[in-house]
């Protein structure tokens, strides 16, 4: 893959988690230490970061580095997803497991009862 598809790939992963938290490219800049014009140039491209900057940009984010690296398509998959939720609850405490087996289980249940009803 060549640095300008990673770079297009970063640029377009930081804007849309940036812009899914409400963030401005100058928040972003404040939580990570930088000047709001070094994001501009990283996602338009014209800077590619440095990987001390990426892994501080997917700390704030509170997301894996690699996820920035990703192209659109890979973080839809299935497979991906279903990665994300195993992280997630191997990351979680027993009372947030307490809080997310019901919730899962129920749209689990609600899920096949729907697919019996078609």
Not at 61 to 73: G, M, R, T
Not at 75 to 95: A, F, G, H, R, V
Request: a positive charge.
């Amino acid at each position: 893959m060549s640095i300008a598809k990673v770079s297009s790939i970063l640029a377009n992963r930081i804007r849309v988690v940036r812009n899914s938290k409400g963030w401005t490219q100058q928040r972003l800049a404040l939580e990570i230490n930088v000047h709001p014009t070094y994001i501009s140039r990283i996602e338009s491209c014209n800077k590619l970061p440095t990987l001390y900057i990426i892994s501080r940009i997917a700390e704030v984010f509170d997301i894996e580095a690699y996820e920035l690296l990703l192209e659109d398509e890979r973080l839809d998959t299935s497979d991906y997803k279903k990665k994300k939720i195993i992280s997630i609850l191997k990351e979680s405490s027993p009372t947030n497991i307490g809080i997310y087996y019901p919730l899962i289980n129920a749209l689990h249940k609600e899920r096949k009862k729907n697919k019996k009803h078609k």
